[in-house]
């Protein structure tokens, strides 16, 4: 897929977002505190935290089409997990405050909430749970980390408008029974719900940092590069071969041991075909190619 094309999907992706997390904020802060469920306002708050995640990704994947330059030669993929970590950020914030606010409701009276704020989190559910999948399935197609992050971010608000459903469920039938204590299930819900993002956020940011940290990829996932270079004419030996992440796309860095008693043209010859085969995999932006001299008598397969 052409960076263009990618971008292009990749921002389509992110203003579904940004619209459609704005839109269920609004409509949650209104009916929650229409309906008086405290539940609902720490979802809506969250909803709201998707949109600013939802930004960040925006810029990132921007950032990230971006070509190499002097400064950057590797490029700028990295971009988009440094965008999923300022999601995982954001996540983290959100939780601790919705955890404070719930927390803070079990030493003050409460009021049961309206069948109205039910109505909104069962729709809330439907809508975020679509929107995750959408995302979800995005992300994979564009191996995208910050995509992927976002469409965490709308699986948390599945859970956390299940949480707040329930909670104003039990809220509204301890008033029809006189149960006055089921009326802090609906706070119970908001803190059920700041465990819940700080987990996500937890995750997603541990992922992210783990990548941006030049992660390299497994053995089991160069093996593909490993054959194609070996079948190259002129490959002796491959002595490494290190496939680093950068966002969306992979570098990698490769020896190859050819025969020493070839010209320095021939070598370089045969270093050009081993970057470009590897090059015609999708995912692979850039190849370094390093000629030793091969030796049948010290030279070893290295991992």
């Known amino acids: 897929m052409e960076q263009e094309e990618r971008?292009?999907?990749?921002?389509?992706?992110?203003?579904?977002?940004?619209?459609?997390?704005?839109?269920?904020?609004?409509v949650k802060m209104i009916i929650g505190y229409i309906g008086n469920s405290k539940a609902l306002m720490a979802d809506a708050v969250h909803s709201a935290s998707d949109v600013v995640g939802s930004l960040a990704v925006l810029f990132g994947l921007r950032a990230a089409k971006m070509p190499p330059d002097e400064d950057h030669p590797y490029?700028?993929?990295?971009?988009?997990?440094?965008?999923?970590i300022i999601v995982a950020v954001l996540l983290f914030i959100v939780g601790i405050e919705i955890g404070k606010a719930s927390i803070e409701s079990f030493f003050k009276p409460v009021e049961s909430p309206e069948v109205i704020a039910l109505l909104a989190a069962f729709i809330s559910i439907f809508l975020k749970e679509w929107m995750f999948r959408y995302k979800f399935a995005l992300g994979k197609k564009l191996n995208?980390?910050?995509?992927?992050?976002?469409?965490?971010?709308?699986r948390s608000d599945v859970y956390?408008?299940?949480a707040a459903m329930i909670g104003?469920?039990?809220?509204?039938?301890?008033?029809?029974?006189?149960?006055?204590?089921?009326?802090?299930?609906?706070p119970a819900a908001g803190l059920i719900v700041?465990?819940?993002?700080?987990?996500?956020?937890?995750?997603?940011?541990a992922e992210s940092i783990h990548t941006t940290m030049d992660h390299v990829l497994h053995e089991e996932d160069v093996q593909q590069y490993k054959d194609i270079v070996r079948n190259i004419?002129?490959?002796?030996?491959?002595n490494t071969l290190y496939a680093r992440e950068h966002g969306y796309y992979v570098i990698i860095d490769i020896k190859v041991s050819v025969d020493p008693y070839i010209t320095v043209e021939e070598g370089h010859r045969i270093g050009k075909n081993v970057k470009a085969?590897?090059?015609?995999?999708?995912?692979?932006?850039?190849?370094?190619?390093?000629?030793?001299?091969?030796?049948?008598?010290?030279?070893?397969?290295i991992h």
């Open 7 to 26: 971008y292009k999907e990749a921002k389509k992706g992110a203003y579904i977002g940004i619209y459609g997390n704005l839109l269920l904020a609004i």
């Open 75 to 84: 490029g700028h993929g990295k971009a988009e997990s440094i965008a999923a």
């Open 144 to 154: 995208s980390d910050a995509i992927i992050a976002n469409a965490y971010e709308h």
């Open 160 to 162: 956390s408008s299940a």
């Open 168 to 186: 104003i469920g039990v809220a509204i039938i301890g008033e029809k029974i006189d149960m006055p204590v089921l009326l802090y299930a609906d």
């Open 194 to 205: 700041s465990i819940m993002i700080l987990k996500m956020a937890w995750d997603i940011g």
């Open 233 to 238: 004419e002129g490959v002796k030996e491959i």
């Open 277 to 301: 085969k590897l090059m015609e995999q999708k995912d692979v932006e850039n190849v370094f190619v390093h000629i030793n001299p091969y030796n049948d008598k010290n030279n070893t397969f």
